[in-house]
């Protein structure tokens, strides 16, 4: 592993206000995504599964939190890339109010040749998810070395609002992921 790039999603979130936050649990499960291109941690009892439609999709959860990882080969166009990764939503778009809610917005940043760019927002859907009709998504978009990556987690609106051990955790499931070499 490269320490530049194992460390890419943990710089992103540094002074994101997580010094405000509890400590996030123990995340003992490590998983290698299918792509190769890196790993990522979760608590023990979240299963990872992949996508029917997509070979280079994983996702992992359990009580209401959500974590997609979303891995394209090759270094796409950054911020097109960004945007489409935005559009993965719960539902599908006709089922999703068109008006959402920016916590943050293109966040940016570099680390060595690896570039990100971070954004959060809150999704209204017409009919519950899981329970829950309203839902703050954050996708976080890495390019670089040959990878493009898109990191989403999902957290109803009402607990991402009320548990900080909540936030702390999605924080820390996506500042998990470390690149490997390929």
């Known amino acids: 592993m490269i320490g530049r790039r194992a460390a890419v999603l943990a710089v992103m979130l540094c002074g994101r206000g997580l010094a405000e936050e509890p400590p996030a649990p123990e995340l003992p499960a490590e998983h290698i995504h299918p792509s190769g291109a890196f790993t990522f941690r979760t608590p023990a009892d979240w299963p990872v599964a992949g996508s029917a439609n997509d070979p280079l999709a994983v996702e992992t959860g359990a009580g209401g939190l959500l974590a997609r990882f979303m891995v394209k080969e090759g270094e796409h166009g950054f911020d097109a890339l960004h945007v489409d990764c935005m559009l993965v939503r719960l539902a599908p778009e006709m089922a999703q109010h068109p008006q959402v809610k920016y916590e943050h917005d293109f966040l940016s940043g570099v680390e060595g040749d690896l570039r990100f760019l971070d954004s959060a927002f809150e999704v209204s859907y017409d009919e519950p998810v899981l329970g829950h009709r309203r839902w703050r998504q954050r996708n976080v978009t890495v390019v670089g070395q040959g990878i493009s990556l898109c990191a ?27 690149f490997r070499e390929r």
């Open 152 to 178: 989403i987690t999902y957290a109803p609106a009402e607990v991402w609002k009320k548990s900080k051990q909540s936030r702390a955790l999605l924080d820390a499931v996506l500042s998990s992921v470390r």
